[in-house]
């Protein structure tokens, strides 16, 4: 059974979709946190559609699993409500999940609450999870705190912008906005996101896990392009009673890839594709072991 539910916080309200089972006894839910940038509940933004999440929920509510999926909050606010877009941060989206928890725990009827964390929405996840969750599933989730990643990006991309980089994020890691950046840079550190990327690289996905004392699924593709099984092993290191599961030839939305990366890139704007069966088999299982 599929309702619209709208959970006040302290931010805004969060906007998602609750399936229920059908069964008259209290089933688990899988709470489902989206990934970066502007993406809604179903896995989508305006410049491609997947419906990945969608998928996901519907395909563990084929197994009597309730699911809740929800919009980032920054797609509540208008073009025009550039103060409150800028005065988001990273501790906005975890106190928002910690709302959503909390939200579904008091209702008490659900027989246990899992938190699964996509891409961005695994950091979110596993630090919003902390003492409220009954257990947590990181899915293409990073390893390393994003001022690492965004060195190691550039220095893969180009190489001659690394020591700006590096210098800028020395900075952002000190609590320090940078004034002057190369215009190289300015799509990655404008004067309007620097504010975020200071609350989120405080962050470290390593000790985040390992302060969680309650069951833990790491899942990653071997065919993702934008987290690579390295970052999944990270964590799992990180947490070692954890479950790692990497999942041959998918990609970062949970579809199968056989071919190169085009298929893989023609992907992310196809919502016919289902998501692959593996996946849901990992959390199904993961999800009813969990005591």
């Given at each position: 059974?599929?309702?619209?539910?709208?959970?006040?916080?302290?931010?805004?309200?969060?906007?998602?979709?609750?399936?229920?089972?059908?069964?008259?006894?209290?089933?688990?839910?899988?709470?489902?946190?989206?990934?970066?940038?502007?993406?809604?509940?179903?896995?989508?933004?305006?410049?491609?559609?997947?419906?990945?999440?969608?998928?996901?929920?519907?395909?563990?509510?084929?197994?009597?699993?309730?699911?809740?999926?929800?919009?980032?909050?920054?797609?509540?606010?208008?073009?025009?409500?550039?103060?409150?877009?800028?005065?988001?941060?990273?501790d906005v989206f975890i106190n928002e999940a910690k709302y959503v928890i909390n939200y579904f725990k008091q209702t008490e009827h659900y027989s246990k609450i899992i938190v699964a964390g996509h891409s961005q929405g695994s950091l979110v996840g596993m630090v919003a999870s902390?003492?409220?969750?009954?257990?947590?599933?990181?899915?293409?989730?990073?390893?390393?705190?994003?001022?690492?990643?965004?060195?190691?990006?550039?220095?893969?991309?180009?190489?001659?912008?690394?020591?700006?980089?590096?210098?800028?994020?020395?900075?952002?890691?000190?609590?320090?906005?940078?004034?002057?950046?190369?215009?190289?840079?300015?799509?990655?550190?404008?004067?309007?996101i620097q504010p975020f990327l200071i609350s989120w690289i405080k962050y470290d996905p390593q000790s985040e896990l390992e302060k969680l004392a309650i069951p833990v699924?790491?899942?990653?593709?071997?065919?993702?392009?934008?987290?690579?099984?390295?970052?999944?092993?990270?964590?799992?290191?990180?947490?070692?009673?954890?479950?790692?599961?990497?999942?041959?030839?998918?990609?970062?939305?949970?579809?199968?890839?056989?071919?190169?990366?085009?298929?893989?890139?023609?992907?992310?704007?196809?919502?016919?594709?289902?998501?692959?069966?593996?996946?849901?088999?990992?959390?199904?299982?993961?999800?009813?072991?969990?005591?």
């Open positions: 059974m599929e309702t619209e539910v709208v959970i006040p916080t302290n931010s805004v309200s969060i906007k998602g979709t609750l399936l229920n089972t059908n069964s008259e006894e209290k089933a688990p839910l899988v709470i489902i946190i989206p990934g970066s940038g502007p993406t809604d509940r179903d896995g989508n933004n305006v410049m491609m559609k997947n419906n990945s999440l969608k998928y996901l929920a519907e395909n563990l509510n084929d197994r009597n699993i309730a699911t809740y999926r929800y919009d980032k909050s920054v797609l509540s606010y208008s073009k025009e409500d550039s103060k409150n877009i800028d005065s988001l941060s990273f902390k003492e409220i969750a009954d257990g947590f599933i990181s899915i293409a989730g990073a390893g390393k705190s994003i001022d690492e990643i965004l060195v190691e990006q550039i220095e893969k991309q180009a190489p001659f912008l690394k020591a700006d980089t590096e210098k800028i994020v020395r900075e952002l890691k000190k609590g320090n906005t940078v004034a002057e950046v190369n215009p190289n840079l300015i799509s990655l550190f404008n004067k309007q699924l790491i899942v990653n593709g071997t065919k993702d392009i934008q987290v690579s099984i390295e970052q999944a092993e990270l964590l799992h290191k990180a947490k070692a009673n954890s479950q790692l599961n990497l999942i041959e030839n998918m990609n970062h939305l949970f579809k199968e890839i056989n071919g190169d990366t085009n298929e893989n890139m023609l992907s992310y704007s196809n919502p016919n594709l289902p998501v692959m069966e593996e996946l849901i088999n990992i959390i199904t299982t993961f999800v009813y072991e969990i005591k």
